[in-house]
């Protein structure tokens, strides 16, 4: 089965506070892509990064940081000095290659509220 | 450029009536997928469309149905609708129907309410 879990239901922190969102994802695609999108109250999901499972190298933008493991499963988010404008629903989400075809399967999300 | 863009924005309906929303995605991209959003929840993915095709569909009744127009913009029916068909309805949009390494780009989403 292709499945992505966020366990973290809500997170609370006070701006300039570091802050990680943990996903962990099961699939048996060899081939697969891992994406982070973004969803303010507005509704629209914004496309954040994507990370191909043959790509293990960390990534860095700006006050944004992934750390995938593959032996782990896991694909982490990490926002740096939080912004109160970084309050939003960010969702973890799978796409395997074979054995769900075109599907992006998301986790449930992880609520972020930072506070001034 | 113009973003994906979907109408209506919020929609009431009651039970057993049926409701279209329409998508137009992004200029040049040439697949449209559709996703339901129940609230608290993450989106469901409901149907895949390039040139016209169906190319996926998720475990969804087949009280649900879509299509593709040769300008690429796509239509999602629901007949018979249920109360538990009140959700938020996003459509994505990408250039090709190969979707695994593409980010797909989201409207904003048409609000479903069902009384």
């Known amino acids: 089965a292709q499945k992505v879990t966020q366990a973290q239901t809500e997170i609370s922190v ?28 507005s509704g629209e999901l914004v496309f954040l990064i994507r990370r191909n499972s043959f790509d293990e190298q960390n990534e860095i933008s700006g006050r ?35 054995e769900y075809g075109n599907k992006l399967v998301f986790g449930a999300g992880t609520i972020l509220r930072v506070k001034s | 450029d113009a973003g994906v863009t979907q109408s209506p924005t919020h929609l009431i309906k009651t039970r057993g ?10 200029s040049g991209h040439k697949s449209v997928s559709w996703y339901q959003q129940v609230l608290g929840q993450g989106p469901q993915f409901i149907f895949q469309y390039y040139e016209k095709e169906e190319r996926g569909r998720g475990n969804f009744p087949d009280r649900f149905s879509a299509r593709q127009f040769p300008n690429y ?12 068909d009140s959700a938020l309805y996003l459509c994505a949009s990408s250039p090709s129907g190969q979707l695994s390494n593409q980010p797909q780009h989201f409207g904003d989403g048409t609000r479903l309410s069902i009384l």
């Open chain 2, 17 to 26: 009536q049926q409701v279209t929303l329409r998508c137009s995605p992004i």
């Open chain 2, 73 to 84: 913009s796509s239509e999602l029916n629901v007949n018979a609708l249920l109360l538990g």
């Open chain 1, 64 to 98: 944004y940081s992934w750390n995938f493991q593959k032996s782990t499963s896991s694909f982490n988010f990490t926002i740096t000095a939080s912004q109160v404008v970084d309050s939003a629903v960010y969702f973890c989400a799978l796409r395997g290659t074979v």
């Open chain 1, 14 to 41: 006070v701006e300039k506070e570091d802050v990680t969102l943990d996903c962990v994802y099961e699939t048996r695609d060899t081939t697969y892509y891992l994406f982070w999108y973004k969803q303010p109250p």
